[in-house]
Nanobody, 127 residues
């Protein structure tokens, strides 16, 4: 499966952005898809994940109540709606996908569990 992330940009603190991750190729509803983010010198950090078939979602604590992960089955696209953005949300955001018949921690928040990655999209939040 190929992933194409988009939607990043520059926004002021308190603003909103919506990231998209379009999947193509051999897609299936057995996938778990996720958003991770990375800043220079740091490991890729889990943000949110969803089980494609059911829509079950999980979030890291720092984004709960501000970010929402969703998917559009018809468009084979996953989204990350980011509200009330903070400067500490600044990072390159990556979408990942893994063919899995389950949705369990710690797997879904471990970046190297995922098999496929998009190219990343920069999110910059100014204070």
């Amino acid at each position: 499966v190929q992933l194409q992330a988009s939607g990043g940009g520059l926004v002021q603190a308190g603003g909103s952005l919506r990231l998209s991750c379009a999947a193509s190729g051999r897609t299936a509803n057995t996938y778990v898809m996720a958003w991770f983010r990375q800043t220079p010198g740091r490991e890729r950090e889990f943000v949110a994940a969803t089980r494609w078939r059911t829509g079950t979602a999980a979030y890291t604590d720092s984004v709960k109540g501000r970010f929402t992960i969703s998917r559009d089955n018809d468009k084979s696209t996953m989204y990350l709606q980011m509200n009330r953005l903070k400067p500490e949300d600044t990072a390159v955001y990556y979408c990942g996908a893994k063919s899995a018949g389950y949705f369990s921690a710690p797997d879904y928040y471990t970046w190297d569990w995922y098999e496929h990655w998009g190219q990343g999209t920069q999110v910059t939040v100014s204070s």
